[in-house]
Nanobody, 127 residues
Framework: QVQLVESGGGLVQAGGSLRLSCAAS????????MGWFRQAPGKEREFVAAITWSGDNTHFADSVKGRFTSSRDNAKNTLYLQMDNLQLEDTAVYYCARRDLAYAIGLSTSAWQYQHWGQGTQVTVSS
């Protein structure tokens, strides 16, 4: 059974930084693309970032481009989201997600293309 467990969320002042981690179970992690999504209260879940299975390529939503980066350590089965210069509008529950298509070419921004999801971690940005 696939398990994705996010950590690293919390309360931070605007302009601050947080690093989220997503620990994944399963030996296939290194061959599978991963993504980050978020959901703010009263809003739909939205795409934040995607990373290829190798970690060589990433793609970000325009709203976080230049402020967020994503990386992965396949030896540790862990995905990361580094969030810098956080803004009030970044407040949301952040989810990591995994695709089941091994060695997928390209990056997906669509939630329906991710088959497994973590439980989420809350990020709250205060003024």
């Amino acid at each position: 059974q696939v398990q994705l467990v996010e950590s690293g969320g919390g309360l931070v002042q605007a302009g601050g930084s947080l690093r989220l981690s997503c620990a994944a179970s399963g030996r296939a992690f290194s061959s599978l693309a991963m993504g980050w999504f978020r959901q703010a209260p009263g809003k739909e879940r939205e795409f934040v970032a995607a990373i290829t299975w190798s970690g060589d390529n990433t793609h970000f939503a325009d709203s976080v481009k230049g402020r967020f980066t994503s990386s992965r350590d396949n030896a540790k089965n862990t995905l990361y989201l580094q969030m810098d210069n956080l803004q009030l509008e970044d407040t949301a529950v952040y989810y990591c997600a995994r695709r089941d298509l091994a060695y997928a070419i390209g990056l997906s921004t669509s939630a329906w293309q991710y088959q497994h999801w973590g439980q989420g971690t809350q990020v709250t940005v205060s003024s």
